[in-house]
């Protein structure tokens, strides 16, 4: 009943958004990005190393299916230039039949994210770092550059690693083919001119659609100008019906893992991006869902794994969409093409759309944000400079999990950071905090001999427990210390390592006639107290819970450890006399 309620609540929304849209507009927008998905697919697929057509099946079912399933009304959803570019340096050159690998890939990668969107697992982006992303798309940007310029001179090259590539289309540098290269940087300077003076013109397809006219009309094939059917050839009519070959799940899961996770990165910045000009209120599950669909979709009709297009998605906002409708129609619009223009993607130049890769190249290198990143923390460069050598050097699913490794370990230091501060008593009778490292402490500070508080803040889990045992037993060596009193107020979280940690420092100063007194928990701290067992090895008589009022707990606590140290005459008994003279008297007369 649930799942109807929740269909027929979905149906209605589009149905309002739908009947709230202009008609005109969402055919123009969708026009508009089916000509651009058409080059861009056929270019994508040559990145991966697949044949064109898998890229033109990415455009067709998956986009109408993430279009009606996503939350966001405008991302497109389809082939990427950073997806691609995964599938090309992890499957095609290490796999016998590439198509069939990058198929179950899509297949994989979408049954995963459904997985993770049943779980709710769509936060999980926020756990991966601006720095981590930019420097994979930064590499991402060189990488397809060098592996396109075999296709912009006319030579050979190889698959690999930035110096692998580099390396191979140097040595086949002297087989230069001139008019090939004249296509490819014409083409890539048409497009950047008219970017300037049509910045909202379909400026891609028409420079590559000039490139298809200007080879048939001077017979550059005949010239050894290479034409897209020459690579593979592009079958008229819709995507077959693929079957995942379930013997490649073994070798393709960390590639998997991998393409879920940097999906899920690039569909969630586009959908935010536009979501924050166009107000739309997003979620993250159901953007999860909505992209995994469209990847099982993906892989059963023969096409790469799919993401969401920022171009073709800011392409569509631009052009006057309102509702998901224009990026189904642009699917639709796809299946066209494949039905009955076959032959004229066939003509395409490769070296036109080589033309078109160093464009998109150049954009995802955004200069201005890596500028920023360099001045900012040493964390965030080492993630950026980390990731973006790994693009260099590793295999690209290698390279997204050392960026991710370098955000685990960085967030790990950062969240085991405890601060531990020694409250001194001044003498205008007030706590005060004083490092216990520091050499310089204002000799006005008075200490009592047998009493000392330590005030903790941040969080205290397992990766915090050496640097609290350290600062603990520091204290516990000083053998004139009676009562040690840790304050707890401003930390978060008590997990079962620390709570041994506490409990080992318990029971050292318990065999030895002395104390530890807890103070300040919260509710949430007492609930984690009770229920690792500490709280029944201290006792209550050494808990002081927090409560209303500023320092009641710490007066109480301070009360009883003047009682357990004897000594009413040092600074801490004048303080508590100070605030709590009533408690003190009954304390001294015990």
């Not at 903790?456 to 609290?468: N, S």
Request: proline share 5%.
């Amino acid at each position: 009943m649930r799942s109807m309620s929740t269909l027929r609540s979905w149906i209605q929304r589009v149905s309002a958004e739908v009947r709230g849209a202009s008609l005109r507009d969402e055919v123009v927008a969708a026009l508009t990005v089916t000509s651009v998905s058409v080059p861009q697919g056929v270019a994508y697929a040559l990145i991966a190393g697949l044949p064109p057509a898998m890229g033109l099946y990415a455009g067709m079912l998956p986009a109408i299916v993430g279009a009606l399933l996503r939350s966001s009304r405008h991302v497109v959803t389809g082939p990427t230039n950073a997806v691609s570019l995964l599938v090309g340096t992890s499957v095609a050159a290490q796999f016998d039949d590439p198509a069939m690998a990058a198929a179950t890939l899509a297949f994989m990668v979408g049954g995963l994210q459904l997985l993770a969107g049943v779980l709710r697992l769509g936060s999980a982006v926020d756990y991966v770092s601006a720095a981590v992303v930019t420097g994979y798309i930064s590499g991402a940007g060189l990488l397809i550059a060098a592996g396109q310029l075999p296709n912009l001179t006319g030579t050979t090259g190889a698959r690999g690693t930035l110096p692998v590539q580099l390396a191979a289309w140097w040595q086949g540098l002297p087989a230069l083919h001139l008019p090939t290269l004249g296509l490819g940087l014409g083409t890539a300077a048409a497009i950047l001119l008219l970017r300037r003076w049509l910045p909202r013109g379909p400026s891609m397809m028409g420079v590559v659609g000039a490139g298809l006219l200007l080879a048939w009309a001077l017979d550059l094939d005949s010239q050894g100008v290479m034409l897209v059917g020459g690579l593979s050839a592009i079958p008229e009519g819709l995507p077959p019906l693929v079957l995942p070959d379930a013997g490649l799940f073994w070798r393709l899961l960390p590639v998997a893992f991998a393409g879920v996770l940097l999906s899920l990165v690039e569909s969630t910045s586009v959908a935010r991006s536009i979501a924050g000009r166009s107000g739309q209120r997003l979620s993250l599950t159901q953007e999860l869902l909505g992209t995994g669909a469209a990847n099982l979709v993906a892989g059963l009709s023969g096409a790469l794994p799919v993401s969401g297009s920022l171009s073709r998605s800011a392409l569509n906002e631009q052009t006057g969409a309102k509702t998901r409708f224009a990026s189904a129609l642009s699917g639709v619009l796809m299946g066209v093409v494949l039905v009955g223009l076959s032959p004229l993607v066939a003509m395409l130049p490769v070296a036109s759309l080589a033309g078109l890769l160093l464009v998109v190249a150049r954009d995802l290198v955004d200069v201005p944000r890596i500028r920023l990143l360099l001045r900012a923390t040493v964390a965030d460069r080492l993630a950026f400079v980390g990731t973006l050598v790994g693009t260099w050097l590793l295999p690209l699913d290698q390279a997204i999990a050392l960026g991710v490794g370098i955000n685990i370990v960085l967030f790990l230091r950062q969240s085991q950071l405890l601060v531990v501060r020694e409250l001194r008593v001044s003498p205008q009778m007030r706590l005060q905090e004083v490092d216990p490292d520091d050499d310089d402490v204002d000799p006005t500070l008075q200490q009592c001999r047998h009493i000392r508080i330590l005030h903790l803040e941040g969080p205290l889990f397992f990766g915090a427990a050496g640097e609290l045992a350290t600062a603990l037993d520091r204290v516990i060596r000083d053998r004139e210390v009676t009562v040690l009193v840790v304050r707890l107020k401003r930390t978060q979280g008590l997990d079962f390592t620390v709570a041994a940690v506490f409990a080992s420092a318990h029971r050292r100063l318990a065999a030895q006639g002395r104390s530890l007194l807890l103070v300040g928990m919260r509710a949430d701290t007492m609930d984690d107290l009770r229920n690792s067992g500490l709280g029944d090895v201290m006792g209550s008589d050494a808990l002081f819970p927090t409560q209303p009022g500023w320092f009641v707990a710490m007066n109480e606590a301070l009360a009883v450890a003047l009682r357990r140290a004897g000594e009413h005459d040092c600074a801490v008994s004048a303080y508590v006399a100070h605030h709590e003279s009533d408690r003190l008297d009954v304390v001294a007369t015990r």
